[in-house]
């Protein structure tokens, strides 16, 4: 089964930084990979979709990379911003229609 | 834009109720997702639908049911709700194509079971 972890689980950092957030899955046969945005009490907003045969995708200020073979992927934010406070969550689509999704990343972005 | 809408954002009912949860897309998808969202736990796969009338048990369909009469509605229906089915319910879609496409969800429902 499929296993899909993030690390950290929290992170909070002062306003301008640059900051990579991890994903990791146990097995490297998915579909594609994608990352989402959570705020409190919300539904999840798609960021990125990278599919297996890409290797990272950009929209922003934001960057995914995707390795497949080690089973690895991270999220790059540039320059955060108070308002990219929020949980990021990865998901990864196997042979199955549905989504493994990790825990998330709860991102504190302070002024 | 694609749009998922989930009819209610909030939803209080009793034990042993019989509970309905709409859902909506407008992008003429084929897929649609019933998933719940449980701290700790993260997002699980309830039921999804690849096609009117056809369904398939996710990860922990117990308890629950679901019914798609038409394209763009899938309904998740708690045959006789528990406590223990309080939660976060997010509902999702995605276009069928040879390439896996992006799943696009609602703003989600929180069911509280009393």
């Known amino acids: 089964k499929q296993e899909v972890t993030q690390i950290p689980a929290a992170l909070s950092v002062p306003e301008g930084e640059n900051l990579v957030l991890n994903c990791s899955f146990t097995?490297?046969?998915?579909?594609?990979l994608q990352w989402f945005r959570q705020d409190p009490g919300k539904g999840l907003t798609s960021l990125l979709l990278i599919q297996s045969s890409q290797r990272e995708q950009t929209s922003g200020r934001l960057n995914a990379s995707l390795d497949k073979s080690s089973g690895r992927s991270t999220l790059y934010i540039a320059a955060s911003q108070p308002g990219d406070s929020a949980t990021y969550l990865c998901?990864?689509?196997?042979?199955?229609?549905?989504?493994?999704f990790g825990k998330g990343t709860s991102l504190l972005v302070t002024p | 834009d694609v749009k998922v809408t989930q009819s209610s954002r909030y939803l209080v009912k009793r034990t042993g109720e019989k509970v309905f949860l709409e859902c909506v897309q407008d992008?003429?998808?084929?897929?649609m997702f019933w998933y719940r969202q449980d701290p700790g736990l993260g997002l699980r796969l309830i039921y999804f639908s690849y096609d009117v009338k056809m369904k398939e048990k996710g990860d922990i369909p117990e308890g629950y049911s679901v019914s798609r009469e038409k394209k763009e509605r899938f309904s998740l229906i708690l045959e006789s709700a528990s406590t223990n089915q309080t939660s976060m319910y997010l509902c999702?879609?995605?276009?069928?194509?040879?390439?896996?496409?992006?799943?696009?969800f609602g703003d989600g429902t929180r069911l509280s079971i009393l």
């Open positions: 998901a990864v689509s196997g042979s199955g229609y549905a989504l493994n």
């Open positions: 992008m003429d998808h084929e897929n």
């Open positions: 999702a879609s995605s276009l069928a194509t040879g390439e896996r496409q992006p799943q696009h």
């Open positions: 097995d490297s046969a998915i579909y594609n």
